[in-house]
């Protein structure tokens, strides 16, 4: 079922190549380890019969009109946004990031040693890895992760040892009913465990972790000395009943933090690829020797737009007028309309407590006989491929993110609520075109 090489950012334009395309015979030994892609068949499958997405992460309305406008003004600025800027960051827009980091994180941020701008958090990600991790360093994995945590443990030698968030109820309604374990968590670290990856809010369950969790996971980062890397890219997206909070902000943290968040997420501007990370200075410094030998410098213009954007909102933080607040509170109406379409044609729904995302039960729709195409695919990627074919509907089977535990995932699907009130309309009159098993 799953293809190998060409490999498909989710939300990146859908120009993948073509399944059938062979492993290149030059390719380095550090790759092999890479090669595996779990979105090609779903990609392929899509072209073919998708006509309405509710799958992919990624806005499909652009953000305020002024934060477009921000990007445009610079370009025609003359000649200072548009050459080479510090490679550890623009600088204003280190100093914005520092300004708006330092009070939800509880310190003051030193912009010029603490802040790095990278393209996008994706290689935040991956200049964590690449300039901590060494050959048989362990990573722990919190199952369901972003799929480059692996592959990037395993570009740079390290293992991945993975511990599962498991439902702490037979039907969970909601992404706090999803947990950690504490004894099989702390039976995972190990004098080689070098780094714990956390995402918060967690995509693709949208499981926001509560304060005694990220206690759990400090308190043991401390006793076995690792570094957690922190990606909060959606850290803008918790919805009313959830607190987001940082775990670098936890007594003996900070200096074994490093937090992630990017302007993709913060402003939905993906394709502008900003990110960046916050830590104490020896780590950032780590990132940016890998920085400098890879990307170096990201793109003048939109860092100097981005910085713009962050001081206009740091000026209204937490009013109604404010990106941030107004970016939630829509997605909140969106989230709870996509939950309650969802609900009424039958699907069960984990609403989760942050992100783009929400995880619905297909099991009332189709028996593994239904849907079984012959392969040791999981049953969520057959029930995603079966959707395809018979009702046109493109979701993402939530078993792509895990790799030990895809069983506990397996009787759901992904939807995306960050889509066009039409778009919202149209996936109505889809699902209406889908009929329980009882009712058939």
């Known amino acids: 079922m799953l293809q190998m090489v060409g490999a498909v950012r989710e939300g990146s334009r859908e120009s993948s190549p073509s399944a059938d395309m062979t492993t290149p015979k030059r390719l380095a030994n550090r790759y092999q380890q890479c090669l595996e892609n779990m979105w090609l068949d779903i990609c ?5 019969y998708s006509e309405v997405d509710v799958g992919v992460g990624l806005p499909d309305y652009p953000p305020s009109e002024y934060i477009q406008r921000t990007l445009s003004d610079v370009a025609l600025e003359g000649n200072e946004y548009l050459q080479y800027t510090r490679d550890q960051g623009h600088l204003r827009l280190v100093k914005a990031i520092a300004a708006l980091h330092g009070p939800l994180l509880g310190r003051d941020i030193d912009p010029m040693t603490e802040v790095i701008v990278t393209h996008g958090a994706y290689e935040s990600l991956h200049t964590a890895f690449l300039s901590l991790v060494n050959p048989g ?5 919190i199952e369901p992760f972003f799929d480059v945590y692996k592959s ?3 570009l740079v030698e390290g293992t991945p040892v ?4 498991r439902p702490s109820v037979e039907s969970p309604t909601s992404s706090a009913d ?4 504490p004894q099989e968590l ?3 670290f190990s004098a080689k465990t070098k780094l714990l990856i ?6 693709p369950i949208g499981k926001v972790f509560k304060r005694e969790e990220l206690e759990v996971l400090a308190a043991l980062c401390i006793k076995h000395d690792v570094i957690c890397i922190s990606d909060e890219v959606y850290e803008w997206l918790v919805y009313p009943g959830a607190e987001h909070v940082r775990i670098a902000t936890l007594p003996g943290m900070w200096e074994r933090t490093i937090t992630i968040s990017s302007a993709s997420k913060s402003f939905s501007v993906t394709g502008w690829r900003v990110g960046w990370s916050v830590g104490p200075k020896d780590l950032i410094d780590c ?6 030998n890879g990307d170096a410098t990201c793109g003048t213009p939109v860092q100097e737009a981005i910085a713009r954007c962050i001081e206009l909102e740091l000026s209204r933080i937490d009013q109604p007028d404010c990106h941030f607040t107004q970016q939630r509170d829509d997605l909140l109406a969106k989230r709870d309309r996509l939950v309650e379409m969802a609900r009424e044609v039958g699907f069960k729904v984990c609403v989760p407590e942050g992100s783009y995302f929400l995880m619905v039960d297909w099991t009332a729709f189709a028996t593994k006989e239904m849907i079984d195409n012959g392969t040791d695919a999981t049953s969520d990627f057959q029930f995603a491929i079966w959707l395809l074919k018979n009702h046109h509907i493109a979701t993402i089977p939530p078993s792509a993110f895990c790799e030990e535990n895809k069983h506990l995932v397996g009787n759901y699907v992904r939807l995306c609520c960050f889509k066009t009130d039409e778009l919202l309309n149209k996936i109505k009159t889809y699902f209406a075109s889908l009929k329980p098993l009882e009712d058939v």
């Open 162 to 165: 993975y511990v599962p968030l």
């Open 287 to 292: 990132q940016m020797i890998a920085h400098q």
């Open 198 to 203: 956390l995402n918060n809010p967690n995509n």
């Open 152 to 154: 990037m443990t395993k």
């Open 44 to 48: 392929e499958i899509k072209a073919k």
């Open 178 to 181: 999803w947990a950690l374990d």
């Open 186 to 188: 702390e039976s995972k």
């Open 137 to 141: 360093d362990e990573v722990i994995l």
